[in-house]
Protein backbone atom coordinates (compact mmCIF):
# COMPACT_ATOMS: atom_id res chain seq x y z
CA UNK A 1 0.00 0.00 0.00
CA UNK A 2 0.86 3.58 -0.67
CA UNK A 3 0.98 4.46 3.21
CA UNK A 4 2.20 8.30 2.31
CA UNK A 5 -0.71 8.53 0.19
CA UNK A 6 -3.04 7.21 2.62
CA UNK A 7 -1.75 9.68 5.33
CA UNK A 8 -2.90 12.75 3.47
CA UNK A 9 -5.35 10.98 1.72
CA UNK A 10 -9.05 12.59 1.90
CA UNK A 11 -12.27 11.06 0.37
CA UNK A 12 -14.31 14.05 -1.30
CA UNK A 13 -17.58 14.65 1.29
CA UNK A 14 -20.63 12.71 -0.20
CA UNK A 15 -23.90 14.27 -0.29
CA UNK A 16 -26.87 11.69 -0.37
CA UNK A 17 -30.39 12.22 -1.24
CA UNK A 18 -32.83 9.63 0.01
CA UNK A 19 -36.70 8.84 -0.01
CA UNK A 20 -38.32 6.55 2.24
CA UNK A 21 -38.31 4.07 -0.47
CA UNK A 22 -34.30 3.59 0.33
CA UNK A 23 -34.85 3.54 4.14
CA UNK A 24 -37.04 0.67 3.10
CA UNK A 25 -34.81 -1.08 0.86
CA UNK A 26 -32.43 -0.57 3.71
CA UNK A 27 -34.88 -2.76 6.17
CA UNK A 28 -35.80 -5.66 3.63
CA UNK A 29 -31.61 -6.16 3.52
CA UNK A 30 -31.62 -7.08 7.12
CA UNK A 31 -35.14 -9.24 6.37
CA UNK A 32 -37.52 -6.84 8.48
CA UNK A 33 -40.98 -7.98 6.77
CA UNK A 34 -40.45 -11.77 6.91
CA UNK A 35 -43.62 -12.02 9.68
CA UNK A 36 -46.09 -10.31 7.79
CA UNK A 37 -48.43 -10.28 11.20
CA UNK A 38 -45.50 -8.50 13.46
CA UNK A 39 -46.33 -4.79 13.62
CA UNK A 40 -42.93 -3.74 15.08
CA UNK A 41 -41.34 -5.11 12.10
CA UNK A 42 -43.65 -3.83 9.68
CA UNK A 43 -43.15 0.18 11.26
CA UNK A 44 -39.48 -0.41 9.40
CA UNK A 45 -40.59 -1.43 6.23
CA UNK A 46 -43.99 0.27 5.36
CA UNK A 47 -44.25 4.50 4.50
CA UNK A 48 -47.48 5.01 7.38
CA UNK A 49 -45.16 5.44 10.67
CA UNK A 50 -42.38 4.59 8.94
CA UNK A 51 -38.92 4.34 11.25
CA UNK A 52 -35.52 4.08 9.93
CA UNK A 53 -33.13 1.40 11.55
CA UNK A 54 -30.43 3.56 13.47
CA UNK A 55 -28.04 1.28 11.99
CA UNK A 56 -28.53 2.57 8.39
CA UNK A 57 -26.51 5.68 9.32
CA UNK A 58 -23.83 3.16 8.17
CA UNK A 59 -24.63 3.40 4.48
CA UNK A 60 -26.31 6.59 4.27
CA UNK A 61 -23.83 8.99 2.31
CA UNK A 62 -21.67 5.65 1.43
CA UNK A 63 -18.40 6.57 -0.19
CA UNK A 64 -18.83 3.38 -2.71
CA UNK A 65 -16.12 0.84 -3.65
CA UNK A 66 -12.83 2.82 -3.07
CA UNK A 67 -10.75 0.91 -1.37
CA UNK A 68 -9.79 -0.62 -4.88
CA UNK A 69 -7.99 2.59 -6.28
CA UNK A 70 -4.57 2.12 -7.91
CA UNK A 71 -2.86 4.94 -6.60
CA UNK A 72 -3.14 3.38 -2.87
CA UNK A 73 -1.82 0.68 -3.80
CA UNK A 74 -3.84 -1.82 -1.47
CA UNK A 75 -4.39 -5.41 -1.88
CA UNK A 76 -8.02 -4.76 -2.40
CA UNK A 77 -9.02 -8.61 -2.74
CA UNK A 78 -8.05 -9.45 0.63
CA UNK A 79 -9.52 -7.16 2.29
CA UNK A 80 -12.09 -7.71 5.00
CA UNK A 81 -14.23 -5.69 7.64
CA UNK A 82 -12.72 -6.35 11.18
CA UNK A 83 -15.15 -3.90 13.11
CA UNK A 84 -17.85 -1.17 13.16
CA UNK A 85 -19.13 1.55 15.45
CA UNK A 86 -21.85 3.97 15.63
CA UNK A 87 -22.88 6.56 17.62
CA UNK A 88 -26.50 8.43 17.34
CA UNK A 89 -26.18 11.95 18.02
CA UNK A 90 -29.92 12.81 16.75
CA UNK A 91 -32.87 10.30 15.34
CA UNK A 92 -32.15 9.40 11.22
CA UNK A 93 -34.48 11.04 9.76
CA UNK A 94 -36.67 8.44 7.17
CA UNK A 95 -35.91 10.67 4.35
CA UNK A 96 -33.61 13.81 3.43
CA UNK A 97 -30.50 15.01 2.45
CA UNK A 98 -27.25 13.84 4.34
CA UNK A 99 -23.73 14.72 4.55
CA UNK A 100 -20.57 12.27 5.06
CA UNK A 101 -17.26 13.62 5.56
CA UNK A 102 -14.61 11.02 5.82
CA UNK A 103 -11.41 10.87 7.08
CA UNK A 104 -8.66 7.94 7.62
CA UNK A 105 -7.73 8.03 11.60
CA UNK A 106 -4.74 5.93 11.78
CA UNK A 107 -3.33 2.47 9.57
CA UNK A 108 -2.03 0.03 12.16
CA UNK A 109 1.27 -2.42 10.90
CA UNK A 110 0.61 -6.11 12.74
CA UNK A 111 4.04 -7.47 11.15
CA UNK A 112 4.34 -8.91 7.38
CA UNK A 113 2.80 -12.16 7.27
CA UNK A 114 -0.30 -10.79 9.54
CA UNK A 115 -1.29 -7.88 7.58
CA UNK A 116 -2.74 -4.10 8.54
CA UNK A 117 -5.41 -2.37 10.08
CA UNK A 118 -7.07 0.09 8.96
CA UNK A 119 -9.58 2.56 10.97
CA UNK A 120 -11.65 5.37 9.35
CA UNK A 121 -14.37 7.80 10.55
CA UNK A 122 -17.78 9.29 9.08
CA UNK A 123 -19.38 12.18 10.35
CA UNK A 124 -22.90 12.20 9.20
CA UNK A 125 -24.59 15.28 9.47
CA UNK A 126 -28.05 17.28 7.87
CA UNK A 127 -27.51 18.55 5.13
CA UNK A 128 -29.78 21.60 6.09
CA UNK A 129 -29.36 22.37 9.59
CA UNK A 130 -25.15 21.29 9.52
CA UNK A 131 -26.76 18.80 12.52
CA UNK A 132 -24.33 15.97 13.38
CA UNK A 133 -26.19 12.62 13.31
CA UNK A 134 -23.83 9.96 13.88
CA UNK A 135 -20.24 9.37 14.12
CA UNK A 136 -19.19 6.09 12.29
CA UNK A 137 -15.73 4.41 12.97
CA UNK A 138 -14.93 1.77 10.46
CA UNK A 139 -11.86 -0.50 10.55
CA UNK A 140 -10.31 -2.65 7.71
CA UNK A 141 -8.26 -5.90 8.11
CA UNK A 142 -5.53 -5.41 5.01
CA UNK A 143 -4.75 -8.27 4.59
CA UNK A 144 -2.23 -8.10 2.28
CA UNK A 145 -0.34 -4.76 3.53
CA UNK A 146 1.34 -5.49 6.53
CA UNK A 147 4.94 -5.06 7.45
CA UNK A 148 5.07 -1.50 5.57
CA UNK A 149 4.68 0.86 8.73
CA UNK A 150 1.60 2.96 9.87
CA UNK A 151 0.40 6.13 11.97
CA UNK A 152 -2.36 7.06 13.95
CA UNK A 153 -3.84 6.22 17.52
CA UNK A 154 -5.90 2.91 16.69
CA UNK A 155 -7.39 3.19 19.94
CA UNK A 156 -8.43 0.26 22.33
CA UNK A 157 -9.88 -3.05 21.22
CA UNK A 158 -13.38 -3.94 21.83
CA UNK A 159 -13.35 -5.93 25.72
CA UNK A 160 -13.92 -9.88 25.46
CA UNK A 161 -17.58 -11.13 26.61
CA UNK A 162 -18.17 -12.87 29.64
CA UNK A 163 -17.28 -16.56 29.82
CA UNK A 164 -21.11 -17.58 30.67
CA UNK A 165 -24.46 -18.67 29.46
CA UNK A 166 -26.04 -15.19 27.69
CA UNK A 167 -29.27 -13.88 29.45
CA UNK A 168 -31.55 -13.90 26.68
CA UNK A 169 -31.08 -15.31 22.70
CA UNK A 170 -32.72 -14.15 19.75
CA UNK A 171 -32.63 -15.81 16.48
CA UNK A 172 -33.45 -14.21 12.80
CA UNK A 173 -33.23 -16.34 10.04
CA UNK A 174 -31.73 -15.06 6.66
CA UNK A 175 -32.83 -15.94 3.08
CA UNK A 176 -30.48 -16.84 0.37
CA UNK A 177 -30.72 -13.55 -1.43
CA UNK A 178 -29.84 -11.58 1.15
CA UNK A 179 -26.36 -10.00 -0.13
CA UNK A 180 -27.85 -9.31 -3.29
CA UNK A 181 -30.74 -7.17 -1.70
CA UNK A 182 -28.68 -5.74 1.10
CA UNK A 183 -25.64 -4.73 -1.85
CA UNK A 184 -28.35 -2.17 -3.16
CA UNK A 185 -27.98 -0.02 -0.18
CA UNK A 186 -25.19 1.14 -1.52
CA UNK A 187 -21.45 -2.03 -0.71
CA UNK A 188 -21.17 -2.79 -4.03
CA UNK A 189 -18.07 -4.92 -2.70
CA UNK A 190 -18.42 -7.81 -5.65
CA UNK A 191 -17.05 -10.86 -2.83
CA UNK A 192 -20.85 -10.60 -1.59
CA UNK A 193 -22.38 -11.25 -5.29
CA UNK A 194 -19.86 -13.03 -7.61
CA UNK A 195 -18.40 -16.25 -6.64
CA UNK A 196 -15.54 -16.28 -8.84
CA UNK A 197 -14.36 -12.75 -6.91
CA UNK A 198 -15.59 -14.94 -3.79
CA UNK A 199 -13.47 -17.54 -4.41
CA UNK A 200 -10.62 -15.24 -5.18
CA UNK A 201 -10.76 -13.82 -1.79
CA UNK A 202 -10.38 -17.60 -0.52
CA UNK A 203 -14.39 -18.19 -0.11
CA UNK A 204 -16.26 -21.08 -1.93
CA UNK A 205 -19.44 -18.53 -2.17
CA UNK A 206 -19.90 -14.95 -1.54
CA UNK A 207 -20.07 -14.02 1.87
CA UNK A 208 -22.48 -11.44 3.28
CA UNK A 209 -21.85 -8.09 4.52
CA UNK A 210 -20.69 -7.54 7.65
CA UNK A 211 -22.89 -4.49 8.33
CA UNK A 212 -25.87 -6.51 7.55
CA UNK A 213 -24.59 -9.22 10.23
CA UNK A 214 -24.32 -5.95 12.88
CA UNK A 215 -27.97 -4.79 11.11
CA UNK A 216 -29.40 -8.13 11.85
CA UNK A 217 -27.93 -7.49 15.28
CA UNK A 218 -29.01 -4.21 15.79
CA UNK A 219 -33.27 -5.78 14.91
CA UNK A 220 -32.36 -7.69 18.12
CA UNK A 221 -31.55 -5.02 19.91
CA UNK A 222 -34.21 -2.87 18.96
CA UNK A 223 -36.58 -6.13 19.99
CA UNK A 224 -35.31 -7.11 22.99
CA UNK A 225 -34.05 -4.12 24.67
CA UNK A 226 -35.51 -0.91 22.91
CA UNK A 227 -39.23 -2.35 23.10
CA UNK A 228 -39.27 -1.88 19.18
CA UNK A 229 -38.55 1.68 19.73
CA UNK A 230 -35.17 2.29 17.16
CA UNK A 231 -35.12 5.86 18.80
CA UNK A 232 -33.80 4.66 21.91
CA UNK A 233 -30.35 2.89 20.49
CA UNK A 234 -27.53 5.37 20.84
CA UNK A 235 -24.55 2.80 20.62
CA UNK A 236 -23.69 -0.08 19.54
CA UNK A 237 -19.89 -1.69 18.37
CA UNK A 238 -19.05 -5.15 17.22
CA UNK A 239 -15.81 -7.20 15.62
CA UNK A 240 -16.49 -9.61 12.86
CA UNK A 241 -14.63 -12.39 13.60
CA UNK A 242 -16.22 -14.91 11.10
CA UNK A 243 -17.73 -14.45 7.68
CA UNK A 244 -21.58 -15.52 7.28
CA UNK A 245 -22.71 -17.08 4.41
CA UNK A 246 -26.19 -15.58 3.10
CA UNK A 247 -29.55 -18.18 4.25
CA UNK A 248 -27.72 -18.78 7.74
CA UNK A 249 -29.46 -18.41 10.91
CA UNK A 250 -28.07 -15.59 13.00
CA UNK A 251 -28.33 -16.11 16.51
CA UNK A 252 -27.62 -13.10 19.03
CA UNK A 253 -26.56 -13.90 22.43
CA UNK A 254 -27.00 -10.97 25.55
CA UNK A 255 -25.48 -10.48 28.25
CA UNK A 256 -26.96 -7.44 30.66
CA UNK A 257 -26.22 -6.28 33.81
CA UNK A 258 -23.91 -3.48 33.27
CA UNK A 259 -23.64 0.10 32.21
CA UNK A 260 -24.15 -1.47 28.89
CA UNK A 261 -25.30 -4.80 26.82
CA UNK A 262 -22.68 -7.34 25.34
CA UNK A 263 -23.79 -9.28 23.18
CA UNK A 264 -22.47 -11.65 20.16
CA UNK A 265 -24.30 -13.30 17.12
CA UNK A 266 -23.43 -17.07 16.33
CA UNK A 267 -24.22 -18.92 12.40
CA UNK A 268 -26.91 -21.48 14.13
CA UNK A 269 -25.93 -23.76 11.57
CA UNK A 270 -22.28 -24.13 11.88
CA UNK A 271 -22.63 -22.98 15.99
CA UNK A 272 -19.89 -20.42 14.86
CA UNK A 273 -19.47 -17.15 16.39
CA UNK A 274 -19.34 -14.72 13.36
CA UNK A 275 -19.61 -11.05 15.41
CA UNK A 276 -17.88 -10.78 18.39
CA UNK A 277 -17.17 -8.34 21.20
CA UNK A 278 -20.60 -6.63 20.61
CA UNK A 279 -21.62 -3.56 22.50
CA UNK A 280 -25.00 -1.76 22.77
CA UNK A 281 -26.45 1.41 24.47
CA UNK A 282 -29.84 2.77 25.48
CA UNK A 283 -31.81 5.38 26.51
CA UNK A 284 -34.60 4.74 29.12
CA UNK A 285 -38.06 4.76 27.39
CA UNK A 286 -39.42 8.12 26.77
CA UNK A 287 -42.08 8.86 30.09
Request: contains cysteine; proline residues 6%; negative net charge.
Amino acid sequence: MNLELLQRFKLDDKNHDYRASETILYALGLGYGSDSTDEEQLAFVYEKGLKAVPSMCNTIAHPGFWIDRPELDIDWVKVLHAEQAFEIHSTIPVEGRMRGDYSILSVEDKGADKGAIMKMQKKLYDHYSNDLCATVTQTLFLRGDGGQGGFGDPGAAPAALPDAEPDAVIDIATIPQIALIYRLSGDLNPIHASPSVARKAGFDRPILHGLCTMGLATRAVISQLCGGDPSRLRFMEVRFSKPVFPGETIRVEFYTGGDAVRFRCRSVERDLVVLDRGTARVSAPAA
